[in-house]
């Protein structure tokens, strides 16, 4: 399998820790690749041209990033990432959701500021700056619900993935002030090696 990649992206950040964390990281081959390019291959794979895309082993391209991360869990008979049924399956989809909305936000945010400074809008800022800090309040109260760092679920590496993105590119504007529930369960869920295996770079 083939992912198209990027050390940057939270979102192909989840899709590796989950790789990693059922053992099939050894399985994909990672293709760098530059999406604001118009040269990348990624624009006939994936129309969305966003990164992760998967290139399966079977011709399949498959895009979004907890689409692939169910395809990889198909693929594994061990302690599946995404619970088959019931409220446990519930609760990490929608774990999944918010930590994805905070990684959407973060990084429409991010796209913001490299933008020419007179095409910049402060209103559009602070609007996801305020789903952000909303959903980390939310997290906050439900940091219980949250799993153990040895049964990590796709809500879980989501929520994970969304707190090392605001750590990497929003260290001025740390999540962790007022929650110390989820500054505890961050701490216990960056121990394992899927995390420390996908840290982005040092800017
Ligand atoms: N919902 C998508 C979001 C993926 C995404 O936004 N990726 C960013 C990089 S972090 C991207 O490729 N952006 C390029 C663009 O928006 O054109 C997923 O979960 O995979």
């Known amino acids: 399998m083939k992912l198209r990649y990027s050390q940057t992206s939270p979102f192909v950040r989840k899709v590796l820790m989950a790789a990693h964390e059922i053992g099939l990281a050894d399985r994909i081959e990672i293709s760098p690749t530059d999406v604001w390019s118009p040269d990348s291959p990624i624009v006939r794979e994936n129309p969305l041209s966003k990164i992760p895309t998967l290139l399966t082993d079977d ?3 498959l895009f979004d990033s907890p689409v692939i991360v169910e ?3 198909s693929l594994h008979d061990g302690r599946k990432l995404i619970p088959a049924i019931g409220p446990a399956r519930w609760l990490a ?3 999944q959701a918010l930590g994805d909305g905070i990684c959407d936000a973060g990084v429409l945010r991010r796209v913001e500021t490299l933008r020419p ?3 910049r809008s402060a209103d559009w800022d602070s609007r996801q700056r305020a789903a952000i800090f909303r959903a980390f309040d939310r997290l906050e109260v439900e940091a219980g619900d949250l799993p153990d760092p040895e049964g ?3 809500g879980g590496l ?4 969304a707190m090392g993105y605001m750590d990497f590119r929003f260290a001025h504007e740390p999540w962790r002030t007022g929650r110390p ?3 505890r369960w961050f701490d ?3 121990r394992r090696a899927s995390f420390e295996a996908t840290l982005p770079p040092r800017e």
């Open 59 to 61: 011709g399949m391209v």
């Open 71 to 73: 395809y990889l869990d």
């Open 93 to 95: 989809l929608r774990q």
């Open 117 to 119: 400074a007179n095409l």
């Open 152 to 154: 990590q679920t796709v």
């Open 158 to 161: 989501a929520v994970l993935s």
């Open 181 to 183: 529930a989820l500054a």
């Open 188 to 190: 216990g869920a960056a």
